[in-house]
């Protein structure tokens, strides 16, 4: 099969905010206990975060990291996760029926955004509490001094303020699972309050109101637009949520199309704040937090037994079709990123992430999905372009007229320019052809790294790193086109 890829540098879609490539850490299984955090770890820092585990996230390189939850967050109290560890108590985290022992709080997270080079994204209480907690723990945060909360923290060793710029009001609080779920009119009323406070406190910050947990709830799109009528003008972004569970697909190959789905939500929920905007005659525009997406098989049963501390819990193994999803979920980010300016992989280190260790003293390894993730991030920076694709296309059990490449194209700020493709074709190899316009192809190549191999079920493990990317050829721009293998994702450098 042949392809035509025309990218004009004329046809900009926007400049990239760097925020869309952030993760997401939440106390949940082995997420931060045995996860990032291992005090008893060779590598450990003074906070007991696994120095080897930092270092493979700094390659990974999130820009922005959301903590700590999630689900968990609607119990959380923020109080027993500061000041000496050893005063700190145990709790039930009803959540996910374990037991939190809150060595790690948000002063050691926040220096862990630090050590990670990460701006932190905090998510406040909503479900078991209310403003007063939100506005405490922002004062904690990032008020200099003299009141009793800012006063804390410097007691607890931190005399400068954190500054954290990025609050999210609650968790998905439209789902019925959620501790405290609210309908969308007293959510609003209470994000609307919690949110003209907290910037009263800082003006400086940005919140993100919850939007629906995904596309395929009842109260989607009314929910949003019920809680912005409330919020509108007091929060800056709505939140999204997206899993693609590889068995609520009939097979592969319409897994593969999976990024048909996210397009189609991203719009979905551009038209319901745009609705909400026209409503409430805004002029301001909000824009989308796309602050947790990936594949999960969410629907498998999931028992911890009784109250364990950290159990293993949903530690998704990774295959190649489940990479090449992730690259799809991040090329529709970019061709979205006029209005997505935030978005997190949720997770970062063994809950469905894209990073794992063994227990203990176990070895650190790279998922699949760790290598889209990674050069994307490093790569898809500058401005996202439009990509004009002729390819064949196909149809799935559940999607029709799947073009066979879902491509984003990117200028970066040194004049480069960077195609990421996935050929979703299980079984055809597709030739594209490149047209660079407005952009001389005298003495330019094209770098092809390429992630793919002959088995879409393979998957990496500890000392097994068989599914990488590999520089797959350096041809010269003008004339020449790229061999896409079936299955594949790949980055085009034209240098
Ligand atoms: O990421 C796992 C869970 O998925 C989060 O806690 C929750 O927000 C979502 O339902």
Redesign the pocket.
Known sequence: STARIVVDDAYEIAEIDPRIYGS?V?H?GRGVYDGIYAPEHETADEDGFRGDVAAVVRELGPTILRYP????VSGYDWEDGVGPKSERPERLDL?WRSVESNQVGTDEFLRYCRTVQADPMLAVNLGTRGMREALALLEYCNVPGGTPASDLRRRHGTAEPYGVKVWCLG??MD?P?QLGHKTAEDYGKLAAQTAAAMKVVDPSIELVACGS?KPSMPTFARWEATVLEHTYRHVDHVSM?M?ADPEKYQDTADFLAAGLDVDEYIRSVVASVDYARAAGRHSRHLSLSFD?W?V?Y?SRSRDVGHWPHAPRL?EDTYSLAHALVVGSFLNSLLRGSDRVRMACL??LVN??APIRTEPGAGEVWRQTTFFPFALTARYGRGTALQAQVTCERTSTSAHDDVPLLDVAAVRREDGEHVLFVVNRSTDRPVTAHLDLRGVAADGRTVEHTCLTGPDLDATNGPGRPEIAPVVAGRTPLDGEAVELPPGSWSMLRVA
């Open positions: 997401f939440e949940m939850g999630g689900n968990f959540a968790n998905e789902g699972w947990s949520h899993y947790e990936n999960w969410n949903i949720a997770q809950v469905i």
